[in-house]
């Protein structure tokens, strides 16, 4: 298997909801509504989505949000700052789960 995520796939995405089309429409409803322009930008929200698409590592959602990106004109410097919020995030989380790992130490050495 030559690549198992290909970008062809893609365009398969609006056919999720084949065998289960009512909670299909359901998503693409939520979807669209979360996806306007609201409190934040279209702008905005796109760069959250590059960065959460890039930490849950979704190679077809990095593609389509870093397209949709670049076609609002947010630059690759703004791209790789938000990218690097969600990275930093992501340490933070694990670096705050080190919690659970200290008490346990702490406990033994009691």
Do not use: W
């Not at 056919?15 to 322009?37: Q, R, S, V």
């Not at 934040?40 to 590059?50: G, P, Q, T």
């Amino acid at each position: 298997m030559a690549n198992y995520y290909e970008q062809k796939d893609l365009a398969d995405f609006p056919n999720i909801g084949e065998y289960a089309p009512e909670l299909g429409k359901k998503y693409f409803d939520y979807y669209g509504e979360t996806m306007k322009a609201d409190k934040l930008s279209v702008r905005e929200k796109s760069l959250i989505a590059l960065a959460v698409a890039t930490t849950q590592k979704c190679p077809y959602c990095i593609d389509a949000y870093t397209n949709q990106c670049l076609s609002l004109g947010i630059s690759q410097e703004e791209m790789m700052e938000a990218v690097h919020v969600g990275a930093a995030l992501v340490a933070g989380v694990v670096l705050a789960h080190s919690t659970q790992m200290r008490k346990i130490i702490k406990k033994k050495e009691m």
